[in-house]
């Protein structure tokens, strides 16, 4: 069982940054990817980035690659995502997941969920 607790959403203007947290409790393991989704209003959850706990894996969405940066801290149990050049179309929820198999780049394959964080860029 794992749980996950995203951070750090809020309301930008349009060129600004963010930085989101996400809290991993319970039982995990290095060969686990951790990711990052958005959901917009009216929109299917869409993936954003991931990165496995053991390091030698990441993959961007093309709408985010030069912008958004996926890390984690693994004394911490913390994956972050450091959002850069924000633009109005990045407005969504995000929601930070895990994937037991280690490989997921869509939302069906991850198995646990956090409860989202509102990011919001005006324009």
């Known amino acids: 069982q794992v749980q996950l607790v995203e951070s750090g959403g809020g309301l930008v203007q349009a060129g600004g940054s963010l930085r989101l947290s996400c809290a991993a409790s319970g039982r995990t393991f290095s060969s686990y990817a951790m990711g990052w989704f958005r959901q917009a209003p009216g929109k299917e959850r869409d993936f954003v980035a991931a990165?496995?706990?053991?390091?030698?894996?990441?993959y961007y969405a093309d709408s985010v690659k030069g912008r958004f940066t996926i890390s984690r801290d693994n004394a911490k149990n913390t994956v972050y995502l450091q959002m850069n050049s924000l633009k109005p179309e990045d407005t969504a929820v995000y929601y930070c997941?895990?994937?037991?198999?280690?490989?997921?780049?869509?939302?069906?394959?991850?198995?646990?969920w956090g409860q989202g964080t509102q990011v919001t860029v005006s324009s």
């Open positions: 990165i496995r706990w053991g390091g030698g894996w990441i």
């Open positions: 997941a895990a994937d037991r198999a280690g490989r997921g780049v869509v939302a069906a394959s991850y198995d646990y």
